[in-house]
């Protein structure tokens, strides 16, 4: 087995026995970049210069037994939202095509003090608004399993790197489904940890009451040891808590015997595919086999979900985007005749037709007139979507659902109908507006041979009750079906 084949978890071992060196990896994940990209285009930036001289410097640090971790020496590619000090930053726009940070985001920073080593940043929809990876300025990135279907998105290029085996594991960012989802289109593993569990700092913001860093990885162990790195309080984000529960790698234990399932009918009604209901359902009952209780429950509020984050999303990526002007940074209009129009060609030329769709629609929300009617009412509706999960959480220890109604779309028909496109968002943006945290594991292909995803949820806070479920599923032979399993016995995707 090739070292890209590998989970993050055992080329670390391998590198920490000394079989192979922390440069030895690198190399082969770049050959696999260049191998792969032609046809997938994972990355906007590939630092190979970079990568290289990080592993020389790790490696000396592992040899000397100055790092032990499990991630010491192993590449990771991180989401080109998160800032890189020295290292273009564009979040796959036009209106940030030249920037270079002078600082690093503190989920990248903690990876590199635990010794991994960054291979560059990831494509993803422009400021992370889309849901396919096709809004980039750069061009879409396509899913490994089939060259013409998307990889979901935003975090299209992190899950489909991880899925090509571009890189041992990724860094997304989740503000509506955008680990979740694509993690299930391209048939990996990405946890949604609870809203202020990994900092925010060095994250170009999206929404800011809904923005949280996660990992990307081939299995849930892989993902229980990045978290865990990541994870911590960071006195530069007022968002983050301080907790002490983040062991995350002492949940992986196949016992969940005793554990109750929720089974929410609202997300098993019309508008799911009936090949990912049945999927999801078989899952369900395989850990019924394993002695969980599994139950179907009224949810609520479903419905009322897509609308309540669209308008609190936008309003905030409205004014987060404010600062997007072309005077201090980024890119600035060629030609213009005094400063407004400066402002108005620079945010209609720097911007692609998503990003302004969401800036206009959060700007409508939060007008004069419109305010109370919009914005004060989705607030409203998120705190009784969060009391529903509450009650919900008085009952079951997590719930299990599909994480999108649907398998990987073809390319280009989801930018056809935005509308349809906020639509598959359905299942995962309630976990947002609650701060809740969710997983995504493989649960079988289509008939088309597409990754199918199903999404456990947990209470805040409760990332170890999801990350026990995730586990004892993925140690059942119903797992050996999935993608990355038959991966393992040598099956190509391309």
Not at 4 to 9: E, M
Request: glycine residues 10%.
């Amino acid at each position: 087995m090739s070292l890209t084949s590998l989970t993050a978890v055992e080329l670390g071992a391998k590198i920490r026995r000394g079989e192979v060196s922390a440069e030895e990896a690198v190399r082969d994940f770049i050959a696999q970049i260049h191998k792969k990209e032609p046809d997938i285009h994972s990355f906007v930036t590939v630092d190979e210069e970079g990568a290289v001289k990080q592993a020389g410097d790790v490696q000396k640090k592992i040899s000397a037994g100055e790092l032990t971790g499990a991630l010491a020496g192993v590449p990771v590619a991180v989401k080109d939202n998160m800032c890189t000090k020295g290292l273009l930053t564009t979040c796959s726009s036009r209106m940030l095509s030249d920037f270079v940070p002078f600082y690093t985001a503190e989920a990248v920073e903690r990876l590199r003090r635990a010794g991994a080593v960054v291979l560059g940043k990831t494509n993803m929809d422009e400021f992370a608004m889309g849901s396919t990876t096709e809004t980039s300025y750069y061009g879409p990135t396509r899913n490994p399993w089939n060259l013409n279907h998307v990889p979901g998105g935003s975090s299209g290029g992190s899950c489909a790197a991880v899925a090509a085996e571009e890189c041992a594991y990724a860094l997304g960012s989740d503000t509506g489904g955008s680990i979740r989802q694509p993690s299930a289109f391209c048939g990996v593993t990405g946890i949604k940890p609870t809203y202020g569990t990994v900092s925010r700092y060095g994250l170009i913001a999206y929404g800011s009451s809904l923005d949280q860093i996660g990992p990307v990885a081939k299995n849930v162990s892989d993902c229980a040891a990045v978290l865990e790195v990541i994870s911590g309080h960071d006195e530069k984000d007022s968002t983050s808590i301080p907790r002490t529960d983040t062991d995350f790698t002492a949940a992986l234990t196949d016992d969940v015997k005793g554990m109750k399932i929720g089974l929410p009918r609202d997300y098993f009604g019309e508008g799911l595919d009936a090949e990912v209901k049945a999927a999801v359902l078989k899952a369900a009952d395989v850990l019924r086999d394993q002695g969980a209780i599994v139950e179907e429950f009224d949810l609520g509020l479903a419905e009322y979900a897509i609308p309540a984050y669209y308008v609190i999303a936008c309003a905030e990526a409205g004014s987060n985007l404010e600062r997007f002007d072309g005077i201090k940074y980024g890119f600035r209009a060629g030609q213009y005749e005094g400063l407004h129009d400066m402002y108005k060609k620079t945010r209609s030329q720097g911007f692609g037709p998503e990003v302004k769709r969401r800036i206009m629609l959060g700007a409508f929300v939060l007008s004069s007139g419109y305010y109370d009617a919009y914005y004060l009412k989705a607030l409203r509706t998120k705190a009784l979507i969060k009391k529903a999960f509450d009650e919900a959480f008085t009952k079951f220890d997590v719930i299990l659902g599909p994480a999108a109604p649907q398998t990987a779309p073809e390319i280009g028909k989801s930018l056809e109908d935005p509308l349809k496109m906020y639509l598959g968002d359905i299942y995962t943006v309630s976990v947002n507006l609650a701060g809740l945290p969710g997983i995504s594991v493989p649960a079988g292909t289509d008939s088309k041979g597409l990754p199918i995803g199903m999404q456990l949820i947990g209470d805040c806070f409760q990332e170890k009750k999801i990350i026990r479920a995730a586990y004892a599923y993925e140690q059942t032979k119903a797992y050996a079906a999935c993608p990355y399993a038959r991966r393992q016995e040598g099956a190509d995707i391309l």
